[in-house]
């Protein structure tokens, strides 16, 4: 059941530059989606958001981007800090469950 | 602290056997997630309860149940354990239904010898 992918199990950036994490989704019944940022031994934590009326949320340093037509979105991070090192997860919700990407390691060197 | 409590941390039985793990959502929260991550996998969606009913069921083996309490914690019930049902399992728990974001707690890691 890969209705949520994250093509890409790792990144690594150098610090101050951008971070773009991928993911995309099958179903069309998703209408809200999500990315999580997880650390060791601790559960995911919520970091944006994005509503599928909106093309665009920002959040700081974070962005994500949705591309309905695609069927894809994507985190930016700018600039990447060392503490941003992590495991990210993409997430899409709709129809009462919400379903998680693979996950990517991001690695930001200092 | 995400306010979700997970019980047992940890936990390490023999195949055949049967687990329950527990999860207390956050306060006021009325909806509890359950997923589960083996290594190197994403959160693979088992169940979602909403106030005590059943919302929506995922990937979920028929050896694997769950149930949501009146005072809204929930358990997820293992039977049977083989040795692949070794893996991070995760509550979550949200005020409504759906889109909005859910809150996690730390996982009971479930090891099969």
């Known amino acids: 059941d890969q209705q949520v992918k994250q093509n890409s199990p790792s990144l690594s950036v150098q610090e101050g530059r951008i971070s773009i994490l991928n993911c995309d989704y099958t179903?069309?019944?998703?209408?809200?989606f999500l990315w999580y940022k997880k650390y060791p031994a601790e559960g995911p934590t919520f970091l944006i958001s994005?509503?599928?009326?909106?093309d665009k949320n920002e959040d700081g340093r974070f962005t994500v981007f949705l591309n309905k037509s695609a069927k894809h979105l994507s985190l930016h991070i700018v600039p990447s800090q060392p503490g941003d090192s992590a495991v990210y997860f993409c997430?899409?919700?709709?129809?009462?469950?919400?379903?998680f990407g693979a996950g990517t390691r991001l690695t930001v060197k200092p | 602290d995400s306010g979700v409590t997970q019980t047992p941390k940890h936990l390490i039985t023999a195949t055949g056997q049967r687990v329950t793990l527990r999860c207390s959502p956050r306060?006021?929260?009325?909806?509890v997630y359950w997923y589960q991550q083996s290594l190197d996998q994403g959160l693979q969606f088992l169940i979602h309860?909403?106030?005590?009913?059943?919302?929506a069921k995922g990937n979920i083996l028929e050896r694997f149940s769950a149930q949501q309490f009146p005072d809204l914690h929930s358990e997820l019930n293992l039977s049977s354990l083989e040795l692949g049902d070794s893996a991070l399992y995760f509550c979550?728990?949200?005020?409504?239904?759906?889109?909005?974001?859910?809150?996690f707690g730390s996982g009971t890691q479930l090891s099969v010898l």
């Open positions: 979550a728990s949200s005020r409504d239904r759906g889109n909005e974001k859910l809150f």
């Open positions: 179903n069309s019944m998703f209408d809200y």
């Open positions: 994005i509503s599928s009326i909106k």
């Open positions: 997430a899409a919700s709709g129809n009462n469950d919400m379903r």
């Open positions: 306060s006021g929260d009325l909806s």
């Open positions: 309860y909403y106030n005590g009913e059943e919302r």
